[in-house]
């Protein structure tokens, strides 16, 4: 069984910071590109940040230089580093795998709630 768990959400202020976590397990993390999603309120789920096989790292305009996605293989586990962080990053955010046009697993998300 494939398995994608999401940690790190919750409260926090504008201009703070959380660092997501997603372990991933039943799969060889490897030879996965990894992947953040979010789903803002009322809204469609967007990609935020990626990153390759190699290590090459793609991020949405909206969060370019203050996210930051990162990946450990030996914990099989990729990071989403969130700095600076505004109201309007406030979402469910989701863990994605996948093998191109072959495979896909999400996570189940988790809250992150930037709030005064």
């Known amino acids: 069984q494939v398995q994608l768990v999401e940690s790190g959400g919750g409260l926090v202020q504008p201009g703070g910071s959380l660092r997501l976590s997603c372990a991933a397990s039943?799969?060889?993390?490897?030879?996965?590109?990894m992947a953040w999603y979010r789903q803002l309120p009322g809204k469609q789920r967007e990609l935020v940040a990626a990153i390759s096989t190699g290590y090459i790292t793609n991020y949405a305009d909206s969060v370019k230089g203050r996210f930051a996605i990162s990946r450990d293989n030996a914990k099989n586990t990729v990071y989403l580093q969130m700095n600076s962080l505004k109201p309007e990053d406030t979402a469910v955010y989701y863990c994605?795998?996948?093998?191109?046009?072959?495979?896909?697993?999400w996570g189940q998300g988790t809250q992150v709630t930037v709030s005064p």
């Open positions: 039943g799969l060889i993390f490897s030879g996965y590109a």
């Open positions: 994605h795998a996948s093998i191109y046009l072959l495979r896909e697993y």
